[in-house]
């Protein structure tokens, strides 16, 4: 077992103890530090990048 899934394990645990929510998970993925299929391993659901809404330019 590689160190990366003892982290996953740890995390599953995490995420069921309630001490990290999703957000915390979707952060990690952001950072490459979660693979987006091991989201789904801890949190139960398929990882969805959240859109940030594109800003209207201002006019001067």
């Known amino acids: ?9 740890m995390w599953e645990l995490d995420f069921q103890m309630g001490l990290f929510d999703k957000a915390y998970f979707q952060g990690l993925v952001k950072t490459g530090q979660l693979k987006v299929e091991d989201y789904k391993k801890v949190t139960g659901e398929d990882y969805v990048e959240l859109q940030t809404q594109p800003q209207p330019a201002s006019q001067a």
């Open 1 to 9: 077992m590689s160190i990366y899934e003892m982290f996953v394990q």
